[in-house]
Protein backbone atom coordinates (compact mmCIF):
# COMPACT_ATOMS: atom_id res chain seq x y z
CA UNK A 1 0.00 0.00 0.00
CA UNK A 2 1.52 3.45 -0.88
CA UNK A 3 2.68 5.45 1.58
CA UNK A 4 0.01 8.03 1.24
CA UNK A 5 -2.38 5.74 1.18
CA UNK A 6 -1.22 4.28 5.02
CA UNK A 7 -1.30 8.15 5.93
CA UNK A 8 -4.72 8.86 5.38
CA UNK A 9 -5.68 5.70 6.66
CA UNK A 10 -4.10 6.63 9.90
CA UNK A 11 -5.70 10.61 9.54
CA UNK A 12 -9.04 8.54 9.61
CA UNK A 13 -8.57 6.75 12.88
CA UNK A 14 -7.32 9.22 14.66
CA UNK A 15 -10.07 11.74 13.93
CA UNK A 16 -12.63 8.48 14.34
CA UNK A 17 -11.21 8.72 18.04
CA UNK A 18 -11.19 12.13 18.65
CA UNK A 19 -14.88 12.22 17.65
CA UNK A 20 -15.67 9.22 19.92
CA UNK A 21 -14.19 10.89 22.97
CA UNK A 22 -16.14 14.22 21.89
CA UNK A 23 -19.04 12.82 21.99
CA UNK A 24 -17.85 11.07 25.33
CA UNK A 25 -16.77 14.27 26.54
CA UNK A 26 -20.11 16.22 25.84
CA UNK A 27 -22.49 13.10 27.11
CA UNK A 28 -20.74 12.94 30.74
CA UNK A 29 -20.69 16.80 30.70
CA UNK A 30 -24.52 16.71 29.84
CA UNK A 31 -24.68 13.82 32.76
CA UNK A 32 -23.03 16.09 34.98
CA UNK A 33 -25.04 19.52 34.18
CA UNK A 34 -28.62 17.45 34.53
CA UNK A 35 -26.88 16.38 37.90
CA UNK A 36 -26.33 19.83 39.29
CA UNK A 37 -29.82 20.78 38.05
CA UNK A 38 -30.93 23.85 35.82
CA UNK A 39 -29.88 27.28 36.11
CA UNK A 40 -32.36 28.27 38.34
CA UNK A 41 -31.74 25.66 40.86
CA UNK A 42 -27.80 26.36 40.88
CA UNK A 43 -28.46 29.82 41.71
CA UNK A 44 -31.05 29.18 44.49
CA UNK A 45 -28.46 26.53 45.88
CA UNK A 46 -25.85 29.27 45.52
CA UNK A 47 -27.86 32.15 47.39
CA UNK A 48 -28.74 29.90 49.69
CA UNK A 49 -24.75 28.93 50.65
CA UNK A 50 -23.62 32.40 50.81
CA UNK A 51 -26.86 33.33 53.09
CA UNK A 52 -26.02 30.66 55.28
CA UNK A 53 -22.13 31.67 55.42
CA UNK A 54 -23.20 35.08 56.22
CA UNK A 55 -25.40 34.40 59.10
CA UNK A 56 -22.46 32.91 61.19
CA UNK A 57 -20.76 36.50 61.40
CA UNK A 58 -23.86 38.15 61.39
CA UNK A 59 -25.20 37.05 65.35
CA UNK A 60 -23.92 36.81 68.64
CA UNK A 61 -20.90 39.67 69.59
CA UNK A 62 -20.04 40.77 65.87
CA UNK A 63 -16.19 42.27 65.40
CA UNK A 64 -14.86 44.06 62.68
CA UNK A 65 -13.75 40.78 60.82
CA UNK A 66 -17.16 39.15 61.26
CA UNK A 67 -18.23 42.33 59.58
CA UNK A 68 -15.41 41.78 56.61
CA UNK A 69 -16.42 38.01 56.58
CA UNK A 70 -20.33 39.12 55.87
CA UNK A 71 -19.44 41.83 53.62
CA UNK A 72 -17.64 39.49 51.43
CA UNK A 73 -21.14 36.79 51.03
CA UNK A 74 -23.45 39.82 50.99
CA UNK A 75 -21.31 41.46 48.08
CA UNK A 76 -21.58 37.67 46.24
CA UNK A 77 -25.42 37.69 46.75
CA UNK A 78 -25.90 41.29 45.10
CA UNK A 79 -23.20 41.03 42.64
CA UNK A 80 -21.92 44.57 43.64
CA UNK A 81 -18.61 46.15 42.94
CA UNK A 82 -18.00 46.92 46.53
CA UNK A 83 -20.11 45.87 49.42
CA UNK A 84 -20.09 48.02 53.00
CA UNK A 85 -21.77 46.57 56.21
CA UNK A 86 -22.04 49.74 58.75
CA UNK A 87 -23.40 49.10 61.90
CA UNK A 88 -24.13 52.23 64.62
CA UNK A 89 -21.68 52.26 67.18
CA UNK A 90 -19.89 49.08 66.36
CA UNK A 91 -17.94 47.62 63.53
CA UNK A 92 -17.74 48.63 59.42
CA UNK A 93 -16.42 46.64 56.80
CA UNK A 94 -16.28 46.81 53.38
CA UNK A 95 -15.11 44.07 50.74
CA UNK A 96 -13.75 45.16 47.49
CA UNK A 97 -12.68 48.75 47.09
CA UNK A 98 -11.81 49.67 51.04
CA UNK A 99 -11.12 53.51 49.75
CA UNK A 100 -14.70 53.47 49.67
CA UNK A 101 -15.32 52.56 53.43
CA UNK A 102 -15.39 56.50 54.36
CA UNK A 103 -17.96 56.96 51.45
CA UNK A 104 -20.04 54.02 52.62
CA UNK A 105 -19.91 55.18 56.57
CA UNK A 106 -21.46 58.69 55.86
CA UNK A 107 -23.71 56.72 53.29
CA UNK A 108 -25.17 55.05 56.23
CA UNK A 109 -25.49 57.41 58.62
CA UNK A 110 -27.93 59.25 56.46
CA UNK A 111 -30.02 55.90 55.56
CA UNK A 112 -29.59 55.13 59.38
CA UNK A 113 -31.19 59.39 60.24
CA UNK A 114 -34.03 58.77 58.22
CA UNK A 115 -34.90 55.16 58.25
CA UNK A 116 -34.94 54.58 54.26
CA UNK A 117 -32.78 53.58 51.65
CA UNK A 118 -30.92 56.56 50.37
CA UNK A 119 -29.04 56.75 46.48
CA UNK A 120 -26.47 58.62 45.48
CA UNK A 121 -24.79 59.05 42.06
CA UNK A 122 -21.48 59.80 40.61
CA UNK A 123 -19.48 59.15 43.33
CA UNK A 124 -15.50 59.59 43.32
CA UNK A 125 -13.78 56.46 43.79
CA UNK A 126 -10.05 55.25 42.85
CA UNK A 127 -11.26 53.43 40.27
CA UNK A 128 -13.47 56.43 38.45
CA UNK A 129 -17.02 57.43 39.30
CA UNK A 130 -19.36 54.73 40.92
CA UNK A 131 -23.58 55.11 42.08
CA UNK A 132 -24.43 53.54 46.02
CA UNK A 133 -27.79 52.31 47.45
CA UNK A 134 -27.64 52.50 51.13
CA UNK A 135 -30.36 50.91 52.69
CA UNK A 136 -30.85 50.64 56.57
CA UNK A 137 -30.88 47.47 58.67
CA UNK A 138 -33.93 47.81 61.28
CA UNK A 139 -33.91 45.06 64.17
CA UNK A 140 -36.57 45.22 66.83
CA UNK A 141 -38.08 48.32 66.21
CA UNK A 142 -34.67 50.46 65.95
CA UNK A 143 -32.18 51.40 63.26
CA UNK A 144 -28.78 49.33 64.03
CA UNK A 145 -26.77 49.85 61.03
CA UNK A 146 -26.53 50.40 56.85
CA UNK A 147 -25.87 47.90 54.27
CA UNK A 148 -24.21 50.30 51.47
CA UNK A 149 -23.41 48.66 47.83
CA UNK A 150 -21.19 50.22 44.97
CA UNK A 151 -22.26 49.40 41.02
CA UNK A 152 -21.15 51.43 38.13
CA UNK A 153 -24.94 52.11 37.73
CA UNK A 154 -27.65 51.48 40.49
CA UNK A 155 -30.78 50.65 39.01
CA UNK A 156 -34.45 49.78 40.77
CA UNK A 157 -33.55 46.39 40.73
CA UNK A 158 -29.95 46.65 43.42
CA UNK A 159 -31.92 49.40 45.18
CA UNK A 160 -34.89 46.65 45.74
CA UNK A 161 -32.50 43.62 46.35
CA UNK A 162 -30.19 46.14 48.83
CA UNK A 163 -32.84 46.63 50.99
CA UNK A 164 -34.13 42.69 51.04
CA UNK A 165 -30.53 42.11 52.26
CA UNK A 166 -30.76 44.49 54.79
CA UNK A 167 -34.16 43.47 56.26
CA UNK A 168 -32.65 39.58 56.00
CA UNK A 169 -29.45 41.06 58.17
CA UNK A 170 -31.68 42.29 60.56
CA UNK A 171 -33.22 39.20 61.01
CA UNK A 172 -29.85 37.67 62.05
CA UNK A 173 -29.16 40.55 64.29
CA UNK A 174 -32.46 39.72 66.05
CA UNK A 175 -31.71 36.22 66.18
CA UNK A 176 -28.24 36.84 67.46
CA UNK A 177 -30.33 39.25 70.17
CA UNK A 178 -32.60 36.21 70.85
CA UNK A 179 -30.32 33.91 71.35
CA UNK A 180 -27.91 35.90 74.03
CA UNK A 181 -31.35 36.54 75.67
CA UNK A 182 -31.47 32.69 75.96
CA UNK A 183 -28.44 32.64 77.15
CA UNK A 184 -29.03 35.01 79.54
CA UNK A 185 -31.82 33.13 81.22
CA UNK A 186 -30.31 29.95 81.20
CA UNK A 187 -27.45 31.46 83.33
CA UNK A 188 -30.46 33.21 85.72
CA UNK A 189 -32.18 29.73 85.93
CA UNK A 190 -28.97 28.28 87.21
CA UNK A 191 -28.35 30.69 89.40
CA UNK A 192 -31.90 30.38 90.76
CA UNK A 193 -31.35 26.06 91.77
CA UNK A 194 -27.67 27.59 93.44
CA UNK A 195 -29.85 29.83 95.42
CA UNK A 196 -32.30 26.63 96.21
CA UNK A 197 -28.90 24.99 97.15
CA UNK A 198 -27.23 27.26 99.48
CA UNK A 199 -29.57 28.70 102.32
CA UNK A 200 -31.43 24.63 103.27
CA UNK A 201 -28.58 22.26 102.10
CA UNK A 202 -25.39 24.38 103.71
CA UNK A 203 -27.38 25.03 106.74
CA UNK A 204 -27.82 21.31 107.38
CA UNK A 205 -24.30 20.31 106.09
CA UNK A 206 -22.47 22.17 108.49
CA UNK A 207 -25.02 21.23 111.15
CA UNK A 208 -24.30 17.70 110.36
CA UNK A 209 -20.30 17.86 110.39
CA UNK A 210 -20.56 19.57 113.12
CA UNK A 211 -22.63 16.70 115.09
CA UNK A 212 -19.50 14.32 114.63
CA UNK A 213 -16.17 16.95 115.45
CA UNK A 214 -16.01 15.36 118.57
CA UNK A 215 -17.71 11.95 118.28
CA UNK A 216 -15.98 10.88 114.99
CA UNK A 217 -13.60 13.24 113.92
CA UNK A 218 -12.23 11.31 110.87
CA UNK A 219 -15.90 10.84 109.81
CA UNK A 220 -16.10 14.85 110.21
CA UNK A 221 -13.12 15.36 107.89
CA UNK A 222 -14.40 13.28 105.37
CA UNK A 223 -17.89 15.05 104.85
CA UNK A 224 -16.00 18.41 104.76
CA UNK A 225 -14.15 17.03 101.51
CA UNK A 226 -17.62 15.94 100.26
CA UNK A 227 -18.89 19.51 100.80
CA UNK A 228 -16.17 21.08 99.48
CA UNK A 229 -16.50 18.64 96.43
CA UNK A 230 -20.00 19.42 95.99
CA UNK A 231 -19.42 23.32 96.94
CA UNK A 232 -16.90 23.38 93.83
CA UNK A 233 -19.22 21.88 91.19
CA UNK A 234 -22.46 23.60 92.19
CA UNK A 235 -20.91 27.12 92.03
CA UNK A 236 -18.86 26.61 89.40
CA UNK A 237 -19.16 28.99 86.53
CA UNK A 238 -17.09 27.78 83.26
CA UNK A 239 -19.76 25.52 80.94
CA UNK A 240 -23.52 25.00 80.80
CA UNK A 241 -22.78 21.45 80.43
CA UNK A 242 -21.04 18.80 82.18
CA UNK A 243 -21.46 14.86 82.25
CA UNK A 244 -23.70 12.40 83.46
CA UNK A 245 -19.91 10.84 85.44
CA UNK A 246 -19.62 14.46 86.64
CA UNK A 247 -23.32 15.21 87.70
CA UNK A 248 -23.34 11.26 89.60
CA UNK A 249 -20.05 12.72 91.38
CA UNK A 250 -21.48 15.65 92.77
CA UNK A 251 -24.71 14.19 93.40
CA UNK A 252 -22.82 11.22 95.41
CA UNK A 253 -21.38 14.39 97.47
CA UNK A 254 -24.32 15.58 98.85
CA UNK A 255 -25.98 12.49 99.18
CA UNK A 256 -23.10 11.51 101.37
CA UNK A 257 -24.11 14.94 103.54
CA UNK A 258 -27.53 14.19 103.61
CA UNK A 259 -27.04 10.49 104.76
CA UNK A 260 -25.05 12.04 107.82
CA UNK A 261 -28.21 13.87 108.67
CA UNK A 262 -30.78 10.79 108.17
CA UNK A 263 -28.70 8.19 109.13
CA UNK A 264 -30.33 4.70 108.28
CA UNK A 265 -34.20 6.46 107.47
CA UNK A 266 -32.14 7.44 103.44
CA UNK A 267 -31.23 4.42 101.07
CA UNK A 268 -29.87 5.14 98.15
CA UNK A 269 -29.89 2.73 94.59
CA UNK A 270 -27.87 3.53 91.98
CA UNK A 271 -28.07 1.77 88.19
CA UNK A 272 -25.86 3.06 85.27
CA UNK A 273 -25.01 1.80 82.15
CA UNK A 274 -21.38 2.35 81.56
CA UNK A 275 -22.12 3.71 78.01
CA UNK A 276 -24.10 7.01 79.26
CA UNK A 277 -21.41 8.17 81.63
CA UNK A 278 -19.89 10.07 79.33
CA UNK A 279 -23.70 11.97 77.73
CA UNK A 280 -23.13 15.34 77.88
CA UNK A 281 -26.60 17.10 79.71
CA UNK A 282 -27.01 20.39 80.84
CA UNK A 283 -25.05 21.41 84.39
CA UNK A 284 -27.28 20.84 87.63
CA UNK A 285 -29.93 18.84 85.33
CA UNK A 286 -29.89 15.64 87.89
CA UNK A 287 -28.74 16.85 91.37
CA UNK A 288 -32.13 18.91 91.93
CA UNK A 289 -34.43 15.83 91.03
CA UNK A 290 -32.41 14.44 93.70
CA UNK A 291 -32.85 17.06 95.96
CA UNK A 292 -36.32 17.03 95.32
CA UNK A 293 -36.65 13.67 95.96
CA UNK A 294 -34.86 14.17 99.51
CA UNK A 295 -36.29 17.58 100.72
CA UNK A 296 -39.64 16.79 99.33
CA UNK A 297 -40.31 13.55 98.92
CA UNK A 298 -38.74 11.66 102.23
CA UNK A 299 -37.66 14.38 104.37
CA UNK A 300 -41.66 14.47 105.67
CA UNK A 301 -42.34 10.82 105.51
CA UNK A 302 -41.92 9.13 108.77
CA UNK A 303 -39.78 6.42 108.42
CA UNK A 304 -37.34 8.06 105.47
CA UNK A 305 -37.34 5.89 102.54
CA UNK A 306 -35.30 4.58 99.42
CA UNK A 307 -34.46 6.86 96.38
CA UNK A 308 -33.83 4.72 93.20
CA UNK A 309 -31.38 6.62 90.55
CA UNK A 310 -30.54 5.15 86.75
CA UNK A 311 -28.80 6.01 83.62
CA UNK A 312 -29.95 3.62 81.06
CA UNK A 313 -29.17 3.41 77.71
CA UNK A 314 -32.46 3.57 75.30
CA UNK A 315 -30.71 3.99 71.95
CA UNK A 316 -30.22 7.01 70.69
CA UNK A 317 -31.20 8.75 74.22
CA UNK A 318 -29.90 7.91 77.45
CA UNK A 319 -32.35 8.37 79.90
CA UNK A 320 -32.27 8.77 83.70
CA UNK A 321 -34.94 8.32 86.29
CA UNK A 322 -35.02 9.10 89.92
CA UNK A 323 -37.38 7.93 92.11
CA UNK A 324 -38.53 8.32 95.73
CA UNK A 325 -41.25 6.53 98.16
CA UNK A 326 -42.17 9.36 99.44
CA UNK A 327 -44.94 11.44 100.00
CA UNK A 328 -45.77 12.28 96.85
CA UNK A 329 -46.87 15.37 94.99
CA UNK A 330 -49.99 16.64 93.98
CA UNK A 331 -50.64 15.92 90.49
CA UNK A 332 -52.76 19.15 89.69
CA UNK A 333 -50.14 21.24 91.98
CA UNK A 334 -47.32 19.69 89.88
CA UNK A 335 -48.92 20.54 86.65
CA UNK A 336 -49.57 24.00 87.58
CA UNK A 337 -45.52 24.40 88.51
CA UNK A 338 -44.63 23.09 85.22
CA UNK A 339 -46.98 25.18 83.30
CA UNK A 340 -45.50 28.19 84.55
CA UNK A 341 -47.10 29.14 87.77
CA UNK A 342 -45.27 29.97 91.02
CA UNK A 343 -42.88 27.07 91.41
CA UNK A 344 -42.99 27.54 95.10
CA UNK A 345 -40.82 24.75 97.06
CA UNK A 346 -40.46 22.65 93.85
CA UNK A 347 -38.33 25.55 92.06
CA UNK A 348 -35.66 22.68 90.85
CA UNK A 349 -38.24 20.55 89.11
CA UNK A 350 -39.64 23.85 87.29
CA UNK A 351 -35.76 25.02 86.47
CA UNK A 352 -34.77 21.61 85.39
CA UNK A 353 -37.95 21.03 83.00
CA UNK A 354 -37.51 24.69 81.73
CA UNK A 355 -33.48 24.35 80.13
CA UNK A 356 -34.24 20.68 78.90
CA UNK A 357 -36.89 22.34 76.66
CA UNK A 358 -34.94 25.04 75.99
CA UNK A 359 -32.03 23.03 74.68
CA UNK A 360 -33.43 19.97 73.49
CA UNK A 361 -37.13 21.02 72.61
CA UNK A 362 -39.97 20.55 73.96
CA UNK A 363 -40.38 16.80 73.40
CA UNK A 364 -37.79 16.51 75.97
CA UNK A 365 -39.10 18.21 78.92
CA UNK A 366 -39.56 16.20 82.07
CA UNK A 367 -42.07 13.32 83.06
CA UNK A 368 -42.84 13.24 86.26
CA UNK A 369 -45.16 10.10 87.40
CA UNK A 370 -46.92 10.91 91.09
CA UNK A 371 -49.22 11.12 93.35
CA UNK A 372 -50.09 11.98 96.86
CA UNK A 373 -48.81 9.44 99.01
CA UNK A 374 -47.62 7.25 96.10
CA UNK A 375 -43.88 8.16 95.84
CA UNK A 376 -42.80 10.38 92.63
CA UNK A 377 -41.06 9.45 89.72
CA UNK A 378 -39.02 11.73 87.21
CA UNK A 379 -37.64 11.04 83.80
CA UNK A 380 -35.46 12.74 81.58
CA UNK A 381 -34.04 11.83 78.19
CA UNK A 382 -31.23 13.50 76.12
CA UNK A 383 -29.26 12.43 73.08
CA UNK A 384 -26.21 10.62 73.59
CA UNK A 385 -24.79 12.54 69.96
CA UNK A 386 -24.80 16.32 70.89
CA UNK A 387 -22.44 17.98 67.99
CA UNK A 388 -21.30 21.18 68.97
CA UNK A 389 -21.68 20.83 73.09
CA UNK A 390 -18.91 20.24 75.35
CA UNK A 391 -18.57 19.44 79.14
CA UNK A 392 -16.51 22.01 80.74
CA UNK A 393 -13.84 20.07 82.95
CA UNK A 394 -14.20 20.16 86.17
CA UNK A 395 -11.46 19.83 88.82
CA UNK A 396 -12.83 17.97 91.66
CA UNK A 397 -10.91 15.45 93.85
CA UNK A 398 -12.81 12.52 92.89
CA UNK A 399 -12.30 9.21 95.49
CA UNK A 400 -13.76 6.66 93.71
CA UNK A 401 -15.94 6.11 91.08
CA UNK A 402 -19.71 6.97 91.01
CA UNK A 403 -21.66 3.99 90.35
CA UNK A 404 -20.86 1.89 93.41
CA UNK A 405 -20.50 4.49 95.97
CA UNK A 406 -23.78 5.44 96.40
CA UNK A 407 -25.53 1.28 97.23
CA UNK A 408 -25.66 1.09 100.68
Do not use: C
Request: aromatic content about 4%; hydrophobic content about 45%; cysteine-free.
Amino acid sequence: MPESMLLVAAAGVVAGALAVGVVVLLRRFAVQSKELGTDAERATYQTLHLASSAAKHLRGDMSTADAARAARHLRAMLGADTLALVMSGGPAAADGDEALLPTAERLAEEAVGSARPHVERRLASPSGETDAAAAPILAGGEVVGAVVAFAPRVRAGLVRATGEVADWVAAQVELGELDASRAALAELEVRALRAQISPHFIYNSLNAIASFINTDPAKARDLVLEFADFTRYSFRRAGDFTTVAEELRSIDSYLKLERARFGDRLRVTLQVAPEVLSTVIPFLSMQPLVENAVRHGLEAKEGGGRITITAQDAGAFAEITVEDDGVGIDPERLAEVLAGGPPGEHVGLRNVDARLRQVYGDEHGLVVETNVGAGTLVRMRVPKSQPGRAAASVDVATRGEPDGRLVP
